[in-house]
Structures are given as structure tokens and as C-alpha cells.
């Protein structure tokens, strides 16, 4: 669910992505690419920690400190992501964040409203937030055991 809201971005930024910043199609594939591998990690992590802070990022009020943290993170995760993997200098990747964040907040809001079921359903999830944390935080656990043994 959150790769085909993000799938749903490129219509929206590729023409300003090449005007703004001066991204040719391959770089801009790469900058949608590096945004989808951003949101899911950041979400994927933030989510362990319980479903508060992207409940109000996610949502029309303003961000309490949750929501900014998770903001923050996805801001920096997003700018690191640009220079170390598509080796944009500093500047253009902050250009870059700056002016997706806010779309990319703004997409998220209109789909989840600040309504746990509908967080619950882009993250892949049903029953309650306590089950989905469990799950999340039994997978991460279960990959970080399973990376020491080899598995």
C-alpha cells in the first residue's frame, strides 16, 4: 500500500524534479526510488515504537513531539539517502527533501486522516495497534537474531 501511494508521486513531482533541480529521467527514477526505500524504512521503524507519532504526523493537527521526531528522522534519512546513495552534494538533496516532504506528508494525511485503521491498513496490518507493534517488532527481532546465526 505505501509503495502504490508513492507510485502515485511521480505524475505529481518528475516535471519539478527536472525544472527544479536539474534531474534527468534516470536520476529522477533514482530519486523515487531512494524516497519508496526512505518511507519504508523510516515507517517500518518509527512503527515499532508504537503507532502515536505517525498517527499525528499523519493527521491535519499540528505535529506534537512524536510527529515532528518521525518528520525529523524521514527528513534526514531522506537527505542521507541522496548523497550517499545517488551521490547528490548536500545542497541538492536538501532542495530535494525540502520540497518533497511536504507532498509526501500531504499524501500520507489524506490517506490515513489520523485514523488508526487506516494506518493500520497501509502498513499491511488489521486488528489492533498493539497486535501490529507486536508483529513489527517480532519481525525485526526474528531478522536481527536471523542475521546472526546466517539465516
Known amino acids: 500500500?505505501?509503495?502504490?501511494?508513492?507510485?502515485?508521486?511521480k505524475s505529481e513531482v518528475a516535471e519539478n524534479l527536472g525544472s527544479k533541480f536539474g534531474l534527468d529521467n534516470n536520476q529522477i527514477d533514482s530519486t523515487l526510488g531512494a524516497i519508496k526505500d526512505t518511507v519504508n524504512g523510516?515507517?517500518?521503524?518509527?512503527?515499532?515504537?508504537?503507532?502515536?507519532g505517525m498517527l499525528n504526523l499523519f493527521s491535519s493537527q499540528d505535529n506534537n513531539a512524536g510527529?515532528?521526531?518521525i518528520l525529523n528522522g524521514l527528513t534526514s534519512n531522506l537527505?542521507?539517502?541522496?548523497?550517499g546513495k545517488l551521490g547528490f552534494d548536500n545542497a541538492k538533496a536538501?532542495?530535494?527533501t525540502q520540497y518533497l516532504i511536504p507532498i509526501i506528508t500531504?499524501?500520507?494525511?489524506?490517506?490515513v486522516g489520523g485514523n488508526e485503521s487506516n494506518l493500520l491498513g497501509l502498513l499491511g496490518g488489521s486488528g489492533s495497534a498493539g497486535d501490529m507493534?507486536?508483529?513489527i517488532a517480532g519481525n525485526l527481532l526474528k531478522d536481527k537474531i536471523g542475521g546472526l546465526f546466517g539465516k
Do not use: H, R, W
Not at 500500500?1 to 508521486?9: E, F, K, R, S
Not at 523510516?42 to 502515536?52: R, V
Not at 500531504?106 to 490517506?111: N, T, W
Open 1 to 9: 500500500m505505501i509503495d502504490a501511494i508513492l507510485d502515485g508521486l
Open 79 to 83: 537527505t542521507s539517502n541522496l548523497v
Open 67 to 69: 510527529g515532528n521526531a
Open 106 to 111: 500531504k499524501l500520507f494525511s489524506d490517506k
Open 94 to 96: 536538501s532542495g530535494i
Open 133 to 135: 507493534v507486536k508483529n
Open 42 to 52: 523510516t515507517i517500518e521503524k518509527e512503527s515499532s515504537n508504537g503507532l502515536e
